[in-house]
């Protein structure tokens, strides 16, 4: 989850609905699973009459696990597919099984937040479900917009820095402008390989798309969907007010929000308005804790320090040797000021970006190093090349090398030239 504030049981969606083949993951019944197992079509996980796998086999199927930390989470997530449910295991957590393009999908909500109960889902997945090949952790965080342009809405995708694997975790407490955090690398490694270049390869994509949509578009409709075809979902629709107070303003009444209190306008900080109201994407470090950070003079420290974007409660758990991504919707940004209501429309952008991002990587493909995507990422880093973002362009050629190189090995001087050299 990121940063909210909910009670666990809570969701706003109401009931789950399921129409044509898909079904919304809001708090799901036995006999919601069983309609949506009537609509679903998988050649892979479908019953079919005269056939019956075994349930390991069926386990074997599945090769994504997704994480969420709220039933808003949760709910988000339209399925293309809901499958039928296994037998659990025993102190097994409850699943959602389903297919999402042409990858078979574990989803996971937490019982509780923060990264023990992470830590906790993610080794009963794999003790479950032999076959994964990468975990998503998707939801709502709370935004770091010190050093980057980032709004309410906006996307933060983890990924690696020179000093941290993607995500680093700090402790604990929350913070309300007193002491110091200590930070600490997590455990975690770097996010997986395959989904970095994936993501390289989705960039590309609507880089040269033909129709001219950007990733933020897609990613907004994704949220007009939901409110068109579930009528329980209307709160997943793009709120209008997104404020951002001096990092110094204290919210007034912690019962009220900031338009109930009086807070004072006068600390609003002045932005440029944006061309349009969708999404941007942020790639870079996340901040993990077991608490919520409420804290902007802290969450500044952290960004002047270490180039933090994010603030959550859970990817500090995924303590795995699988390949792993975290994806948050930005609902707050870390201060006293946080309220709840851009939580749904977040959860529903990040959720829509990591459905996008799974059509991209290939389903029989169980190596990061295709041609197809080192192509696609050369193109990226002579795109981003030409916007002038240099460290960017020079990290993703650096990525590109070293993938060729693991494919050709390391590379050889031309003999001609050699002899030339003598």
């Given at each position: 989850?990121?940063?909210?504030?909910v009670?666990?049981g809570?969701n706003?969606f109401?009931?789950t609905?399921?129409?044509?083949?898909?079904?919304?993951?809001?708090?799901?019944?036995?006999?919601?699973?069983?309609?949506?197992?009537?609509?679903?079509?998988?050649?892979?996980?479908s019953?079919?009459?005269?056939?019956?796998?075994?349930e390991?086999?069926?386990?074997e199927?599945?090769?994504?696990a997704?994480?969420c930390?709220?039933?808003?989470e949760?709910?988000?997530?339209v399925?293309?597919?809901?499958?039928?449910?296994?037998?659990?295991?025993?102190?097994?957590?409850?699943?959602?099984?389903?297919r999402?393009d042409?990858h078979n999908?574990?989803?996971a909500c937490?019982?509780?937040?923060?990264?023990?109960?992470a830590?906790r889902?993610v080794?009963?997945?794999e003790?479950g479900?032999?076959?994964?090949r990468?975990?998503?952790?998707?939801?709502i965080g709370?935004?770091?917009?010190?050093?980057?342009?980032?709004?309410?809405?906006?996307?933060?995708?983890?990924?690696?820095?020179?000093?941290?694997?993607?995500v680093?975790q700090y402790?604990?407490?929350?913070?309300?402008?007193?002491?110091?955090l200590?930070?600490r690398?997590s455990?975690?490694?770097?996010?997986?390989?395959?989904?970095?270049?994936a993501?390289?390869?989705?960039?590309?994509?609507?880089?040269?798309?033909?129709?001219?949509k950007t990733i933020?578009?897609?990613?907004h409709?994704?949220?007009?969907?939901?409110?068109?075809?579930?009528?329980?979902?209307q709160?997943v629709?793009?709120?209008?007010?997104?404020?951002l107070f001096?990092?110094?303003?204290?919210?007034?009444?912690d019962?009220?929000?900031c338009?109930?209190?009086?807070?004072?306008?006068?600390?609003?900080?002045?932005?440029?308005?944006?061309?349009?109201?969708?999404?941007?994407?942020?790639?870079g470090?996340?901040a993990?804790?077991?608490?919520?950070?409420?804290?902007a003079i802290?969450?500044?420290?952290?960004?002047?320090?270490?180039?933090?974007l994010?603030?959550?409660?859970?990817?500090?758990?995924?303590?795995?040797?699988?390949?792993?991504l975290?994806v948050?919707?930005?609902?707050d940004?870390?201060d006293?000021h946080k309220?709840?209501?851009?939580?749904?429309?977040?959860?529903?952008?990040?959720?829509?970006y990591?459905?996008e991002?799974?059509?991209v990587?290939?389903?029989?493909?169980?190596?990061?190093e295709?041609?197809?995507?080192?192509?696609?990422?050369?193109n990226?880093?002579?795109?981003?090349?030409?916007?002038?973002?240099?460290?960017?362009?020079a990290?993703?050629?650096q990525?590109?090398?070293?993938?060729?190189?693991?494919?050709l090995?390391?590379?050889?001087?031309n003999?001609?030239?050699?002899?030339?050299?003598?």
């Amino acid at each position: 989850m990121g940063q909210a504030q909910v009670q666990q049981g809570s969701n706003n969606f109401g009931n789950t609905t399921v129409s044509h083949g898909q079904a919304a993951l809001g708090n799901f019944n036995d006999s919601v699973i069983r309609q949506a197992n009537n609509n679903a079509t998988s050649p892979v996980i479908s019953s079919n009459k005269g056939t019956k796998k075994t349930e390991e086999h069926r386990r074997e199927a599945y090769t994504v696990a997704w994480i969420c930390a709220l039933p808003r989470e949760q709910a988000a997530l339209v399925l293309d597919d809901v499958h039928e449910k296994l037998q659990s295991k025993p102190h097994e957590t409850t699943y959602i099984l389903g297919r999402i393009d042409v990858h078979n999908v574990v989803v996971a909500c937490l019982p509780t937040m923060g990264t023990t109960a992470a830590a906790r889902c993610v080794a009963r997945l794999e003790d479950g479900f032999k076959s994964l090949r990468f975990i998503l952790l998707v939801g709502i965080g709370g935004g770091v917009p010190t050093k980057t342009d980032i709004r309410l809405g906006d996307v933060i995708v983890s990924a690696p820095t020179k000093k941290y694997g993607g995500v680093l975790q700090y402790d604990y407490g929350t913070k309300f402008q007193t002491e110091h955090l200590e930070i600490r690398p997590s455990a975690l490694g770097r996010p997986s390989e395959l989904l970095v270049t994936a993501i390289a390869a989705m960039n590309t994509r609507y880089t040269q798309s033909s129709d001219g949509k950007t990733i933020g578009e897609v990613l907004h409709h994704y949220t007009t969907m939901l409110g068109e075809k579930f009528p329980q979902m209307q709160s997943v629709r793009r709120p209008r007010r997104d404020q951002l107070f001096a990092a110094s303003y204290r919210h007034l009444d912690d019962d009220l929000a900031c338009d109930k209190c009086n807070c004072d306008a006068v600390n609003v900080v002045n932005r440029p308005l944006r061309s349009d109201a969708y999404p941007r994407i942020h790639a870079g470090l996340i901040a993990s804790g077991n608490e919520v950070m409420r804290d902007a003079i802290e969450r500044d420290r952290m960004a002047h320090e270490t180039g933090v974007l994010c603030f959550e409660m859970e990817a500090a758990g995924l303590q795995t040797s699988l390949g792993w991504l975290v994806v948050r919707g930005v609902c707050d940004y870390c201060d006293s000021h946080k309220n709840k209501d851009w939580q749904d429309y977040a959860a529903a952008v990040a959720t829509a970006y990591a459905k996008e991002l799974l059509k991209v990587v290939p389903g029989s493909e169980l190596e990061p190093e295709h041609p197809d995507t080192i192509s696609a990422m050369s193109n990226l880093a002579v795109t981003l090349s030409d916007q002038g973002k240099t460290e960017e362009a020079a990290s993703m050629q650096q990525q590109v090398l070293e993938m060729r190189q693991r494919i050709l090995g390391p590379e050889r001087p031309n003999p001609i030239s050699a002899m030339k050299d003598h």
